[in-house]
C-alpha cells in the first residue's frame, strides 16, 4: 500500500493542498496524518475539510490534544462538528500493514502532554535512537513533530537528508522523521517495497 505521509501541517492550508496534490500524482492510496493539525484555530475548518476529503487517518500531536479527546465546552462550541468528529477520531498511535505511527518518539506517552511537548534534541544518538526501538516491536517507526528529515536504525542514524528517495531494507528496523507540512515537506512511503519517497523543495 502506497502512505500519503502528512506531518505538522499547523493549519498551513496552502501546503496542504501541494502535498495532497503530489501525493495523489505519485498514487497514494492512503493518507495518514502524523500529528499537528492545529495551530490557532484561525483555518482548522479548512484543514479538516482537505484531510476529509481524502479520509486521511492519524495520531494527535501536541498542538491538537485539546480537541482530540475530552474537549471542554468552549472548545465544543468554538468549533464545527465535522472539525470535533475529524479531530476526536485522531489516535495516540497508528498502526498500519505493520508500521506504527506516532508524532513523538514512541517511548513518550501520547497520553500525557509533557511527554508530546518533550523536546530533548533529536535522536541523533544510538542511546535515543534506542529507546524507540525498544518500546515498541515494529519494523517502521514513523513521527512527526521535529520539522526535518530523519533516517535512523539501530545501529544509528544513516546519511539522509530527504534528498532522495531511499529503500527500506526488510531485514532492518527503521525510525523514520518526515519532514513537516508547513515547511512544504510530505513523504510516500510503499509497505511492500520498503520505498521512502520524499517530496518538497529545500
Not at 43 to 70: K, S, Y
Amino acid at each position: 500500500m502506497k502512505l500519503g505521509l502528512l506531518a505538522d501541517i499547523h493549519e498551513h492550508t496552502r501546503e496542504l493542498r501541494k502535498a495532497i496534490a503530489v501525493l495523489q500524482q505519485h498514487g497514494a492510496e492512503r493518507f495518514v496524518v502524523l500529528g499537528d493539525v492545529f495551530e490557532t484555530g484561525k483555518r482548522i475548518e479548512e484543514t479538516v475539510r482537505l484531510l476529509r476529503q481524502v479520509e486521511a487517518v492519524g495520531v494527535w500531536g501536541n498542538h491538537d490534544v485539546g480537541l482530540c479527546f475530552d474537549p471542554d465546552e468552549k472548545v465544543c462550541q468554538r468549533y464545527s462538528a465535522a472539525v470535533l468528529t475529524f479531530m476526536g477520531r485522531l489516535q495516540p498511535r497508528l498502526e498500519i500493514e505493520g508500521c506504527l505511527f506516532t508524532h513523538v518518539e514512541p517511548w513518550l506517552d501520547p497520553h500525557k502532554i509533557e511527554d508530546l511537548w518533550y523536546f530533548d534534541g533529536p535522536p541523533y544518538s544510538l542511546e535515543k535512537l534506542a529507546r524507540s526501538f525498544a518500546a515498541v516491536p515494529h519494523r517502521v517507526l514513523f513521527i512527526g513533530h521535529l520539522h526535518r528529515w530523519l533516517l535512523g536504525t539501530p545501529d544509528g542514524l544513516l546519511p539522509w537528508r530527504g534528498e532522495k528517495p531511499v529503500a527500506l531494507d526488510s531485514r532492518n528496523r527503521y525510525l523514520v522523521v518526515v519532514h513537516a507540512v508547513w515547511d512544504g515537506k510530505c513523504a510516500l512511503f510503499d509497505t511492500k517495497t520498503g520505498e521512502l519517497t520524499p517530496f518538497g523543495e529545500g
